[in-house]
T-cell receptor, first 110, second 112 residues
Framework: EDQVTQSPEALRLQEGESSSLNCSYT??????LFWYRQDPGKGPEFLFT???AGEEKEKERLKATLTKKESFLHITAPKPEDSATYLC???????????FGTGTKLQVIP | DGGITQSPKYLFRKEGQNVTLSCEQN?????MYWYRQDPGQGLRLIYY???????QKGDIAEGYSVSREKKESFPLTVTSAQKNPTAFYLC???????????FGPGTRLTVT
């Protein structure tokens, strides 16, 4: 069964304390891995798309990387405004369907 | 500004009533999607449409119906046959196969 697993479920960081979120996947024919940020009560906001192992994307304090089995979202020197739930999703080969993980809820304490 | 709008933001209904959730996009995207989000679960696909006048069932289509008469619009009807309709509903669109999906702000439906 195709799966997307995110860890940890929740993460609490002090402001400035860098860390990484993990997204592991077991899908065949990966056609793209996506990272989203979701604030409470709002729709997910697109962050990054990664297509092949070794690929990296950066945006401000966030950096996403991809291997054949997992992706990491590295957060460098986070600020309280980075607090949100971060969702990972994968697109399988040949389908429009996208499988989402359950997310990592990040809290950054001032 | 291009984007996806969903209305209303909050919706309350009694059991046994059908309700329609609106989704409109001005991104000129061909594909549109409806997801349901429940606490502790990943987004689950209800229906998707790759092109006007065509749509396919997702993983949890029972008790839901959709139409795609215009490229910009993809309304979702939650029927009385849906056993647990209370949830946060998200509409999304993408430019086609492959690219990322962009989401609307969501509609929170409460059925009592």
């Amino acid at each position: 069964e195709d799966q997307v697993t995110q860890s940890p479920e929740a993460l609490r960081l002090q402001e400035g304390e860098s860390s990484s979120l993990n997204c592991s996947y077991t899908v065949s024919g990966l056609r793209g891995l996506f990272w989203y940020r979701q604030d409470p009560g709002k729709g997910p906001e697109f962050l990054f798309t990664l297509y092949s192992a070794g690929e990296e994307k950066e945006k401000e304090r966030l950096k996403a990387t991809l291997t054949k089995k997992e992706s990491f979202l590295h957060i460098t020197a986070p600020k309280p405004e980075d607090s949100a739930t971060y969702l990972c999703a994968v697109r399988q080969g040949g389908y429009q369907k996208v499988t989402f993980g359950t997310g990592t809820k990040l809290q950054v304490i001032p | 500004d291009g984007g996806i709008t969903q209305s209303p933001k909050y919706l309350f209904r009694k059991e046994g009533q059908n309700v329609t959730l609106s989704c409109e996009q001005n991104l000129n995207h061909d594909a549109m999607y409806w997801y349901r989000q429940d606490p502790g679960q990943g987004l689950r696909l209800i229906y998707y449409s790759q092109i006007v006048n065509d749509f396919q069932k997702g993983d949890i289509a029972e008790g839901y119906s959709v139409s795609r008469e215009k490229k910009e619009s993809f309304p979702l009807t939650v029927t009385s046959a849906q056993k647990n309709p209370t949830a946060f509903y998200l509409c999304a669109s993408s430019a086609g196969q492959g690219p990322e999906q962009y989401f609307g702000p969501g509609t929170r439906l409460t059925v009592t």
